[in-house]
């Protein structure tokens, strides 16, 4: 029970917001320490897990300055440019078409998209600009909701689409698993019966982007962004 | 056989950019901390260009002391402003759809070396390394996609440098969550945690009933992958703990659907949780969203609903297939 102070710790972190870099390091100190392993071996798993997860930065680091040089030459403005030209266009229908594509590349294996790669540059500005395109200005509060679900379209499409490929990391790590135990099992047989979810999942989704469009409806013709729309925003 | 094109050529890149980072910083009089932003980055810097030749002990010192000057706030961004706004829409009139195509390269590229860049060899050279195709295509992307950026906008070289040093740093301290929540979970599978949790979860729920089996490991998987950010995690340990002892061997289910709709539970957590700071925190930071969770909170709507539509079907694939 003793090693559960770590989550005890993590939890008690985010609940009162200390900065989380400090939380996760003193968890895992303490969480080694009440486990028997010795300081120096604590800092070398950190060092060693650090060093074996650079990957993890890659995909910001190398695309931040692109898509830093292309946001300045417009990127962003070009995106809501070609959104008002399309009839129809919404925010939830901007987000579902984005998490479609999504989802079904990667049920073919494709790994496209990214919050960095898509989502800064292309979806969220694209999904604002459909919603100021019929509404005006956006009071800061809309355009956090909106930008908040366009990385949510990335995260549900990605999760729920990639497990229906067979070679994805999922499956392999499944596959991996029962060997090591010694059932066969089919990795088609895996992939295929996660179909019933990943639809489940991308009707929740279309409904969750129609509440949007419905509540920025509310908010933009209810009042006109004036001053007060700053008070309510903590 | 050899690689030209490994993960580490990759991390040299990688380092000698968050070295401009650090760089630019220490010449930046305006910077509000300039000694501790520059020395984080600099010593991120080193991770990747001499990670693999500094033993583990010295880049876990080295990383604790990025810690600490991101836990003392002395990591922050710059004064730098945006460029205005007049000026982003006078290039957009004049660039027009040109703009979106470096943009499109990326993805564009990434697939093409997927299929393609791995099957390129040279005598007994592979071009890019067999095992880690897609992250290598990525960055090939990423470097096509650079220069295509750099030619439809003749940006001057000192563009890139600053608008990314600008937006890595509104990222800022962040950018190391990722691994430093993996190197958090790696150290409790090491100190057994995943154990204690499986075994609380079994011995307080009722797992004779098939339904409760189901359920048991269904939100073993949900509150294990919260705990830990990463459904991967959770998936050996929680599978091995509950899934296998109770709904494949007690209750006769089939692996393949527990395991495939296991994992998806798993990810309903991963929504939750902002332990997977790779996609739930750095992202809010990318976007600039004021409120750290907002993406969490936007989240967790879609996460329940699935999770219960989720452990439904399972309960009914499960034991009938």
């Known amino acids: 029970m003793l090693k559960l102070i770590g989550v005890l710790l993590v939890a008690v972190g985010f609940l009162f917001r200390l900065n989380t870099l400090l939380v996760v390091t003193v968890a895992g100190i303490v969480t080694g320490l009440v486990s028997g392993l010795s300081l120096h071996e604590v800092i070398t798993m950190f060092g060693q897990f650090f060093v074996d997860n650079r990957y993890m930065s890659m995909a910001i680091l190398l695309t931040l300055p692109i898509f830093g040089v292309l946001e300045k030459y417009g990127l962003k403005e070009q995106a809501e440019v070609l959104i008002k030209k399309a009839k129809n266009a919404s925010s939830g229908n901007v987000l579902l078409i984005y998490l479609f594509i999504r989802e079904i590349s990667a049920a073919v294996g494709l790994n496209i998209g990214g919050h960095a790669q898509s989502v800064r540059p292309l979806v969220a500005p694209m999904s604002e600009g459909a919603a100021r395109a019929k509404y005006g200005e956006l009071p800061p509060k809309v355009k956090e909701d909106i930008r908040a679900h366009a990385a949510a379209a990335e995260n549900t499409g990605w999760f729920f689409g990639e497990d229906i490929f067979i070679a994805t990391g999922g499956i392999l790590l499944m596959k991996g698993f029962f060997d090591s135990v010694g059932i066969h099992v089919d990795v088609w047989d895996m992939a295929l019966w996660g179909i019933p979810t990943a639809i489940s999942a991308l009707v929740i989704s279309a409904i969750r982007f129609r509440q949007l469009d419905r509540r920025i409806h509310k908010k933009m013709t209810k009042h006109k962004p004036t001053s007060s729309s700053k008070t309510e925003a903590s | 056989m050899k690689s030209i094109l490994t993960l580490d050529t990759i991390y040299y890149l990688l380092g000698i950019i968050v070295a401009f980072i650090a760089i630019r910083i220490a010449r930046d009089p305006n910077h509000p901390n300039r000694l501790g932003s520059s020395l984080f980055w600099a010593l991120f810097s080193i991770t990747f260009l001499f990670g693999n030749v500094i033993p583990p002990f010295y880049v876990g010192c080295l990383v604790i002391i990025m810690v600490l000057l991101a836990s003392f706030n002395r990591v922050t961004k710059s004064n730098e402003a945006e460029t205005p706004a007049e000026e982003r829409v ?73 608008e990314g040093s600008r937006l890595l740093q509104a990222v800022g301290w962040a950018v190391i969550l990722p691994q430093m929540l993996a190197a958090l979970g790696g150290i409790f599978s090491k100190s057994g945690v995943g154990t204690v949790v499986s075994d609380i979860v079994s011995d307080v729920l009722p797992t004779n009933y098939a339904f409760v089996a189901v359920l048991a490991y269904c939100l073993g998987m949900l509150l294990f992958t919260i705990v830990m950010g990463n459904a991967f995690a959770a998936f050996a340990v929680i599978t091995g703990g509950i899934g296998l002892p109770l709904i494949v061997h007690m209750h006769g289910g089939n692996p393949a659907i527990m395991a495939a709709l296991g994992m998806f539970a798993g990810y309903c957590g991963t929504l939750l949780t902002p332990m997977a700071a790779n996609f739930n925190v750095v992202p809010a930071m990318l976007l600039e969203l004021k409120d750290k969770n907002a993406v969490i909170k936007a989240q967790v709507p879609i996460a329940l609903s699935v999770f219960v539509i989720n452990t439904l079907l399972m309960y009914y694939l499960v034991y009938h297939f």
């Open chain 2, 90 to 162: 006078a290039h957009a009139q004049r660039l027009k759809n040109k703009i979106f195509l470096p943009a499109l390269f990326i993805p564009i590229f990434t697939i093409i070396g997927t299929l393609l860049f791995g099957k390129i060899k040279f005598g007994n050279w592979a071009l890019i390394d067999p095992e880690k195709v897609t992250l290598i295509s990525l960055a090939i992307a990423a470097v096509i996609a650079f220069i295509a950026s750099m030619g439809v906008t003749k940006a001057k070289m000192d563009v890139p440098v600053k």
